[in-house]
């Protein structure tokens, strides 16, 4: 085991509060607040935001105005703005609203690749490599992920030597980093460890990325067991907001409150201000008109003691 004292110096956290945090929730989001959301964590130090998606809104409601957010953000310096992207009319829609970074998303298994997009994982690879092309020659940066990559809802635990696979195939395609996602919150520290063993055997740590739904409560021991493996990109989403419309039985993904809170506590740094953080959360309580289930959002910085 890695002592906690070989932790990475630093983490880059990809905020995917707007994106997937708000793409299942059944309240329908202003773009006005989306905007003010997206720009509140900006304000707090994030510089890598997943704003939207270029799907069908028809499939996913709450992406519908995803071209009128991108067009309403004002550029800054050192922030990064993506957008998932499932096939190439997807990327055009991005292209025709500045998006400098996009991200496309398969599975581990053909069950949920059909499920969410319709396509075999064969199927999907084949559309995304050429995504990644366009999107790469028009000076793109094209981020890979691969959803259930522990456990799939419909087909059991995932094979870790598909997920190997995927991941690869991503990276040779052209991805600049592969994001690998527990989307059913199922996984476990030993699992996430031995999953990443695996690939870190042919791909470079700062080539792959997490992200870990806490819907059984093991979000932030898989987001440190992943540390303990050199990972040093890790997603999260403000609030804790979160699911899957596509995986039935899905919460929130790990709270980014709750993820730095942890970080900053054991010296590794983010680059965030957490109070700040929690502001861009509480705007979106108030427009949502409930509480956030973020651990630290509700209870605060220890006081005593």
């Not at 997943?50 to 067009?71: I, K, L, Y």
């Not at 790469?136 to 259930?148: Q, T």
Request: hydrophobic share 45%; glycine share 12%.
């Amino acid at each position: 085991m890695i002592p906690l004292a070989a932790l990475p110096g630093e983490v880059r956290l990809v905020e995917v509060g707007p994106r997937d945090g708000l793409q299942n929730d059944p309240q329908a989001v202003s773009t006005d607040v989306k905007v003010a959301f997206i720009e509140s964590l900006a304000d707090a130090g994030l510089r890598w935001i997943e704003v939207g998606s270029f799907v069908r809104p028809d499939r996913v409601p709450q992406m519908a105005d995803t071209e009128e957010v991108f067009r309403r953000l004002r550029p800054r310096e050192g922030v990064t703005y993506l957008a998932l992207v499932p096939n190439l009319r997807g990327l055009e829609r991005a292209a025709a609203c500045g998006v400098r970074a996009v991200a496309v998303f398969t599975a581990a298994t053909d069950a949920f690749a059909r499920a969410n997009i319709g396509l075999t994982v064969e199927e999907s690879l084949r559309t995304f490599r050429e995504v990644v092309g366009q999107a790469r020659g028009a000076g793109m940066l094209v981020r890979g992920y691969v959803s259930v990559a522990w456990w799939c809802p419909y087909s059991g635990r995932a094979d870790p030597r598909a997920v190997r696979r995927v991941v690869l195939e991503l990276l040779e395609m052209g991805c600049h980093d592969a994001g690998v996602a527990d989307t059913v919150g199922a996984a476990t520290p030993r699992e996430v460890q031995e999953l990443l063993d695996l690939l870190l055997r042919d791909a470079a740590a700062e080539r792959l990325g997490v992200h870990f739904h806490d819907t059984r409560g093991t979000g932030l021991a898989n987001v440190l067991a992943a540390l303990q493996m050199g990972i040093t990109t890790v997603d999260a989403s403000a609030g804790g907001l979160g699911g899957c419309p596509f995986a039935p039985g899905a919460l929130g993904n790990v709270a980014t409150e709750d993820v730095v809170y942890m970080l900053h506590g054991m010296g590794v740094r983010t680059g965030v201000d957490l109070d700040r953080l929690c502001d861009a959360s509480r705007l979106l309580e108030a427009a949502l008109g409930r509480r956030l289930p973020s651990r630290y959002l509700q209870a605060g910085p220890p006081r005593g003691g």
